[in-house]
């Protein structure tokens, strides 16, 4: 099977959602954004630090160098953090729509929530 770009693998979610019917929460719709947003940035970075190496040089005025860590993998380690708290938030917010629905809906939001979690 074809690895699946970013845009293809958030189109399938959301194409999943629009099945379970919470594509058009407010809530859902804005974290899952937000998510999209921290994962495009995720994969800038990271290809970045491939470009640059983990470690980069600055070249002083007297043409010292100096060596330090890239400062892409500070950057990348915090939006990684933020994205998982933002999945997190994401599949809290699907848990409270499937605890809202009846035992039909639960059921496949249920589902849904284990497809994502295994994606």
Excluded: C, H, W
């Excluded at 947003?37 to 800038?44: A, E, F, K, S, T």
């Excluded at 400062?71 to 708290?85: L, R, S």
């Amino acid at each position: 099977m074809a690895k699946l770009s970013l845009q293809e693998q958030a189109n399938e979610v959301l194409a999943r959602a629009e099945e379970k019917g919470v594509q058009t929460n407010f809530f859902f719709v804005t974290t899952f954004k937000r998510y999209q947003v921290q994962m495009r940035i995720l994969n800038d970075l990271e290809k970045e630090i491939n470009e640059l190496g983990a470690t980069v040089s600055k070249e002083y005025v007297k043409g010292r160098k100096n060596v330090y860590t890239n400062p892409a993998i500070t950057e990348y380690n915090k939006t990684a953090t933020a994205a998982n708290g933002t999945v997190a938030t994401l599949m809290n917010i699907l848990k409270s729509l499937t605890e809202n629905t009846g035992e039909d809906q639960r059921s496949k939001l249920e589902s849904f929530l284990k497809e994502l979690n295994e994606s």
